[in-house]
Nanobody
Framework: QVQVVESGGGLVQAGGSLRLSCTASGLTFDDYAMGWFRQAAGKEREGVSCISRDGVKYYPSFVKGRFTISRDNAKNTLYLQMNSLKAEDTAMYYC?????????????????WGQGTQVTVLS
């Protein structure tokens, strides 16, 4: 049984930093592209970043330079370092495992998803 579990969310002041972690079990981690998505209240889910099996990284413009995705295949863990946080980064953040990135949106859509971790940025 595949399990994807995020952690590291919380409350932070604007300009601050958070590091999200995601641990996946029940799958061969390094066979999967891994991504982060987020969904703010009343908005559609959007891709935040993706890292391919080979370590190629993708970011949308609205997080590029502030967020860094990384993976540790030995630990089956994905990370998202978020710096210079803004109030508009407030959302539930989800980790996902899929076949490929294609972009930060991941295509095809990931097969496995976590339950999410809440990030709230106070302005």
């Amino acid at each position: 049984q595949v399990q994807v579990v995020e952690s590291g969310g919380g409350l932070v002041q604007a300009g601050g930093s958070l590091r999200l972690s995601c641990t996946a079990s029940g799958l061969t981690f390094d066979d999967y592209a891994m991504g982060w998505f987020r969904q703010a209240a009343g908005k559609e889910r959007e891709g935040v970043s993706c890292i391919s099996r080979d370590g190629v990284k993708y970011y949308p413009s609205f997080v590029k330079g502030r967020f860094t995705i990384s993976r540790d295949n030995a630990k089956n863990t994905l990370y998202l370092q978020m710096n210079s946080l803004k109030a508009e980064d407030t959302a539930m953040y989800y980790c996902a495992a899929g076949r490929s990135c294609a972009s930060w949106r991941m295509s095809p859509l990931p097969r496995y998803w976590g339950q999410g971790t809440q990030v709230t940025v106070l302005s």
